[in-house]
């Protein structure tokens, strides 16, 4: 009997441990969703530009972007046109007050205006699986 008593104990213990570890990352995504939702009013009014419009298709998915290098000119328009084709990703260019949720096979389309020059770092905002943290790129603004 007693050994039972320890057994259920331990599976007791084991089952709280495993339910606290799923429960986190419903709290990441809770927290993503809130970041999410004030990036999209922030960028429902695009910014007037004196530029070319670019346009580019990307696909989001583990653990890149492509293309991973975006170039343009200053007071160009730039759209992209942006792709998950396997799970939820994010796409975060935190230098332009961008922050998009890309749900697989949807597209998500972004639009600013490139008003400064420089390389900006652009990157999934969503924890997507180990190799997240180089799941990155980069904005040329010439």
Known sequence: MRKYSVLLIILLI????????QSQPANNKAAADKTL???????????????EVKEFAMTAKQWEFIPSTITVNKGDTVKLHIKSVDVTHGFALPDFGINKNLEPGKTVNVEFVADKTGAFTFFCSVYCGSGHGGMKGKLIVK
């Open 14 to 21: 084991g089952a709280l441990v495993v339910s606290g570890c």
């Open 37 to 51: 939702q004030q990036s999209q009013t922030e960028q429902s009014t695009p910014t007037k530009s004196s530029g």
